[in-house]
């Protein structure tokens, strides 16, 4: 036979075929290719704001000078905070805070400009609702940006000279850092991990639940081939899946892709071969697909946790990093953080993408020879 | 007794001399089975729930490896040429191994497919099958809302879609009304007619009167072989339903 024959009767094709079949008929699958992507990009990229800008911040103006609306005017510069109205004492303060109407609320007592005229050191306060501790060392940084820059700004008025020392903080890659840039690539990484293992190890255990697993280890087909065809169109659902996010991310978050597509894609097959490998694995350990789902979840959560998707990994004590470094999502946040965001290219990914490459043929190769002892 | 192995292509279909099935944790599935089934012959297996049946059929299949002894399968050892055996051999399993999620035809094109046809041999193959059959109105339904009787029928239809040499039924015809049993039966009977060596399992007597030969299964053990005539006369019994009883009496005193 020749080898287009061969390769045109392969027994890969019909288990494709079937496949493709399936799924279309599958409405769990069309769900998690179109609607799972679109609701954890939404949900991830709105909800999970790690940077709090914004604090709805009330006045006690005591001063009433032109200093002090200067110092307010820099305190909303700094962007951490909003103004949403005045107060007139201490007690109106207490309520807009204890309401909510208010997170934060700038005092400035009656002598501020006073002391600014004198040369003597003013005063003014931030009462921050510290009950959430993200908001409050926001505004506490927002404050003391905002102290330095006035302070500054006053200094160089009065000696008539430029300020001395011009500190400038230029964030790169992420200028307005908004945490959505740092998440939305990550949903891609963490959308592909769930689909891939989940779709994988309950479409099998399906089968064998079934009996059609049975019905195909009888027929002629060989293992390869029945793998192959398996897996193959998974792959496509993981690319479709990544180029919805990418997309819906570049539309809804203004999320920068600076990188090439072709490298992104190219790097993305390890991981994805790696991910199918746990799919695999978990149906070989599964009775059935209730107990797939439960394994995939059971996998998904320290690859949410410690991956680096949404608490960095620095930030971690070192038995969790220690522990992040088992899981493929790890290296393809790194790979995926890269490109799209930094525009790096394969000279400086090539340690993620090694790690991946040896993670998913080890764990190709273990999943492969449990699920043919499965199968005898 | 026939020799096993490769070498003599118009032995019996089926040749299996002292094989044992132990499952992990030490249950004795099958034991000190010797079998050989004719070729063109249809051959039932009988034997009460958990006798050994299907795990028998499952090794001849080359679904499970024996623990101990050989067999062979058209010609070819089970152990082996398993690869040989698959392509000559059809299955239809007590589950019947459909795709709920597929059509009537896409279930036979997708294992006339994997049992390596193509074009248009393969679609005027499957058209004929269908008519036969009586498949070919409800061809675009899928087969999971199936009836069990045209469930049974696909299932058949499916794996004799590649015209093997030898067919194992297990149960085929659990849970169909009698009408599609004889629908069933006039099948197999047309099957074998062709040359087609069949091994069918089954809980009803009156399929077994229908078979050329009978072995009796207990508790994983051989405890009768032969033809409805022979096996009646030799048992002296008046019908295989008596027959059944008496040997599984037996066989559970003599396990007492
Ligand atoms: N995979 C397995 N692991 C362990 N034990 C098994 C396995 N498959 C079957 N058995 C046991 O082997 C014995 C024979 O089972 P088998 O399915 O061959 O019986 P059977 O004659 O087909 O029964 P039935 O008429 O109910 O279909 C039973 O006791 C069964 O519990
Ligand atoms: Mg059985």
Redo the contacts with the bound molecule.
Sequence with gaps: MSLVTQFRESRFWPMLWKEFIQMRRDRLTFLMMTGLPAVQLVLFGYAIQTDVRHLKTVVLDESRTAESRALVNVMVNTGSFDLVGAVSDRAQLRDAIESGVASAALVIPPDYERNIKRGRTAEAQIIVDAADPQSSSSAIAGAQLAALARGATIISERSRTAPPIDMRVRPWYNPEQRSAVFIVPGVIGILLTITMILITSTAIVRERERGTLEQLIVTPISKPSLMLGKLVPFVLVGYVQMTVVMGLGKLIFRIPTVGSFALLYLLTIPFIVASLGVGLLISTVARNQVQAMQFSFFFMLPNILLSGYIFPRVAMPLPAQWLGLLLPLTYYLNILRGILLKGVGIAQLWRPTLALSVFATLILLISVRRFSKTIE | MTSVGASAPLADAVVTEGVRKV???G?V?VDHLDLAIHRGEVFGLL??????????IRMLCGLLTPTAGRASVVGHDVALEPELIRAKIGYMS?RYGLYDDLTVYENLRFYATVYGLHGKARTERLEKHMEEIGLTALRSQLAGTLSGGWKQRLALACATAHEPEMLFL??PTAGVDPAARRAFWTSIYELAAHGTTILV?T?YMDEAERCQRLAF?SR?HLIGLGTVKEILEHFKQPTIEDVFIELQKRDEGAAA
Excluded at chain 2, 48 to 56: A, E, I, L, R
């Design positions: 499952f992990h944790g249950l599935a034997g009460p729930n958990g006798s050994g049946k299907t795990t028998t007590q297990d149960e399992t809980h299964l994983g």
